[in-house]
């Protein structure tokens, strides 16, 4: 039971760093697509 809390707390902080960098990656992600887009019409 009392083993159980800690690994529970840094299963929630690597939750929390997880949701966190995803965000990021989601709008990094979103301008590369936008740059390519861009690029790939630039050709034409």
Not at 18 to 41: A, G, R
């Amino acid at each position: 039971m009392f083993r159980a809390a800690p690994s529970r707390r840094n299963h929630d902080a690597a939750f929390f760093i997880f949701t966190q960098n995803s965000t990021f990656y989601i709008t990094n992600f979103k301008k590369l697509c936008k740059v390519v887009i861009l690029f790939f019409f630039s050709q034409y």
